[in-house]
């Protein structure tokens, strides 16, 4: 009988379909782990001062009113000094993220420019994003406090302003170009080492044209008061630049347009219009004025000129008040410094040869050429230098103080007046009086007599007229007149005392003719009335030989 068969166990390995469910499901929550997490873009950190109106959860950043991300986090900063926001941002808006990117809050605002983010009262603020085009990208951003004037990219020009401390000139405020906005202040910054404001202006196209490179910039205040030696000035800017102020730029008169200015360019911030057109007088010839008369009245800034003509400008009064004068001098004067600035003749600013104008001031000075103090307004006192050539100047002899070349001076126009008083007065002082009181005072006592007798005349002429007589008179001449007129009636051509008179001539010049012959007769015989009249023979012509 042969063996019983076997059978060989042998364990079979196989899945059971119940695992397929899970591991459905973990395909499925890995896929959506994978879509959620490639579909968050990166996470940034925002930096601000004051985390007003930001809520974690709540608040959008926005871009051209568009969401591409959301505050997810707020807290302060380890050192409390700034609030730190983490922001998630979505895939779209990673290319936005480089160094030039803004971020800025936007809520409600009311500035110069009016009244902006009213939007946000209901729906509360968010924080708007402005793209950069640089091509690094960055992951902390500092949070502007105002909006930017112009995005980066944005066409235009933008140059930088240096100034002296104490221009209110902060980011926002209008550039403008003959009381027009051309642009605005894009930032104000102190250095502290250079003790200077530096500000970057954005002036938007097409007005970049304007800026050149003789364009001055100056500050507009608003209203801008003056009241010196050149008259009274009153200067009105716009509405938004007498609220907050502003900066306005030109090209000074008679100066020439110049090259475009380029982007970045360096410009000085002047505090007015005047100092800004003085500012291109780079050129210069500085002297010193020995004064003996009152400088009181006098300022740095005023005008140097030459018979009306300004040719410089006063820097300080005094200047170098103690340092030892020359020995030339009989008086303490007060030393005043002066710029002759040459340019002020040449339109075109080139340069000027400053030793040939020293040269030619010298040949002017052994001319003549001599400064005074003239009053400029005499309703303030101001005054100012006046150049001119006057024929009896003492000879100069040319001299140096503190090492700037001495201007020579002459007594002022209230000086002059001074002198001449004085002399008036030295004059008076030695005339002789007494002769002159005893010769007036014999005048006096001959125009006494004069008057007693004219007096005298006076007292008779009133006897006369007081006379009856006198008083008579009109009434006689009344009197004869009327007879000459009766007997000049009598022998008018229509009265019997013409006719008559007329009568009397005819026969008068009858008779008159009558007695003609007789006349003659007795021209000729005186003897012819007692013997006859003696008859000559006709008187016969000689026979001719």
Excluded: C
């Excluded at 801008?224 to 609220?243: H, P, T, Y």
């Excluded at 040949?363 to 003239?374: E, I, Q, V, Y």
Aim: glycine letters at 6%; proline letters at 6%; a negative charge.
């Amino acid at each position: 009988m042969s063996d019983p068969v076997r059978a060989e166990r042998r364990p079979q390995r196989s899945l059971s379909p119940i695992w397929i469910v899970p591991l459905v499901a973990l395909l499925i929550g890995a896929w959506m782990i994978y879509d959620n997490l490639s579909k968050l873009g990166p996470t940034i950190t925002l930096i601000m001062d004051n985390a007003e109106g930001i809520e974690a959860g709540k608040t959008l950043i926005k871009t051209r009113n568009v969401e591409v991300g959301r505050v997810e986090k707020v807290r302060l900063s380890d050192d409390l000094e700034h609030a730190e926001i983490t922001a998630r941002m979505s895939p779209q808006a990673e290319d936005m993220l480089n160094e030039d990117t803004r971020f800025w809050v936007v809520k409600p605002r009311i500035g110069r420019e009016g009244v902006s983010g009213l939007g946000t009262v209901l729906s509360g603020a968010y924080i708007q994003l402005l793209p950069g085009s640089s091509e690094e990208t960055k992951e902390i951003f500092d949070v502007l406090e105002q909006p930017p004037v112009a995005p980066p990219d944005a066409e235009g020009l933008r140059i930088n302003l240096i100034s002296q401390v104490g221009n209110a000139i902060s980011t926002g405020d209008p550039v403008t170009y003959q009381g027009y906005t051309v642009g605005r202040v894009e930032d104000s910054h102190f250095d502290p080492e250079k003790r200077e404001m530096r500000h970057r202006l954005y002036i938007q196209s097409p007005y970049e044209v304007l800026v050149t490179s003789t364009t001055r910039f100056w500050t507009a205040s608003g209203v801008d008061v003056r009241l010196d030696s050149e008259g009274f000035k009153v200067n009105v800017a716009s509405l938004e630049s007498l609220i907050g102020g502003g900066i306005t730029f030109g090209v000074p008169d008679n100066a020439s347009i110049g090259r475009q200015a380029k982007e970045g360019a360096n410009y000085v911030l002047f505090n007015d219009e005047d100092s800004a057109k003085e500012g291109r007088y780079g050129q210069y010839l500085e002297y010193v004025m020995l004064v003996d008369d009152t400088v009181r009245g006098l300022s740095p800034g005023a005008p140097v000129e030459y018979r009306g003509v300004r040719i410089g400008t006063v820097v300080s009064v005094p200047w170098n008040f103690t340092a030892p004068q020359p020995d030339s001098l009989s008086r303490f004067a007060i030393p005043v410094l002066i710029r002759i600035e040459p340019q002020r003749f040449d339109d075109t600013e080139q340069d000027v040869n400053t030793e040939q104008w020293q040269q030619r001031l010298d040949r002017m000075f052994d001319h003549g050429l001599r400064a005074s103090l003239k009053a400029g307004n005499l309703l303030t006192g101001a005054l100012f230098v006046d150049l001119n050539f006057y024929k009896d100047a003492v000879p100069f002899q040319r001299m140096t103080f503190v090492k700037k070349q001495v201007f020579p001076t002459t007594s002022g126009g209230f000086a002059q007046i001074e002198q001449k008083v004085s002399n008036l007065l030295d004059k008076l002082n030695n005339l002789q009086i007494e002769p002159v009181l005893d010769t007036l005072n014999q005048t006096l006592a001959s125009t006494q007599k004069t008057m007693d007798k004219v007096n005298g005349i006076a007292t008779s002429v009133d006897a006369l007229l007081a006379d009856p007589a006198t008083s008579q008179l009109p009434e006689n001449v009344n009197t004869t007149m009327r007879q000459l007129r009766d007997t000049l009636q009598g022998f008018a051509p229509d009265s019997q005392g013409y006719h008559e008179l007329t009568q009397t001539l005819s026969r008068l010049e009858k008779l008159m003719r009558d007695l003609q012959p007789v006349v003659r007769t007795l021209n000729d015989q005186p003897n012819a009335l007692i013997f006859d009249k003696t008859l000559t023979e006709d008187p016969q012509p000689r026979a001719s030989k």
